[in-house]
């Protein structure tokens, strides 16, 4: 981290790599506790790391790095799972689907689902006050992941 503070560079870039770290499941299971809403995973992934992003909204963003790769390094190439707390998921993902001209799908267990084709893949958990979004740069990926049952609560 001292790194990046030598020689200046971008702030913006600055505070956002300071507000990455590597976390563990306990530390997760900890965070979770904090919030007082869940924070989805996709489950222990060997030969990855958990790099995690916190929001003042309770938003959560956990990226899960190859070993060889450096905290805040290429945003937007690494399965990404964010957890944002709202009041009805279920309706923004509903809303979603209907400005795409299509309507969501249902996995089981009952989740709502919104695939926007771009790489994303909106979660509405039963019963849950948070959206979920797994993002792979394949959509086909983000997709399987989802379909795959993997994408649950960090304390289930």
């Known amino acids: ?3 990046a503070l030598i020689g200046g560079g971008d702030p913006e870039q600055r505070e956002a790599s300071e507000r990455l770290r590597i976390v563990t499941s306990d530390r997760l299971e900890k965070l979770e506790a904090s919030l007082g809403h869940p924070v989805y995973w996709a489950g222990r992934r060997p030969s990855f790391r958990l790099e995690l992003s916190e929001e003042a909204d309770g938003s959560v963003y956990l990226r899960y790095l190859p070993a060889e790769a450096a905290v805040g390094s290429r945003p937007g190439y690494y399965l990404t799972v964010g957890t944002y707390p ?3 998921p ?10 795409a001209g299509e309507r969501p799908g249902r996995l089981p267990g009952g989740a709502s ?3 926007d084709g771009k790489g994303s893949v909106f979660l ?3 019963g849950a006050k948070v959206q ?3 993002y792979d740069p394949d959509p086909r990926r983000a997709s399987a992941v989802v379909e795959s049952g993997e994408v649950r609560p ?3």
């Open 124 to 126: 509405a958990p039963p």
């Open 132 to 134: 979920v979004e797994v």
């Open 113 to 115: 689902f919104f695939a």
């Open 90 to 99: 279920r309706a923004a993902i509903r809303s979603a689907a209907e400005a």
């Open 154 to 156: 960090v304390s289930s």
């Open 1 to 3: 981290m001292v790194l």
């Open 86 to 88: 709202m009041p009805n």
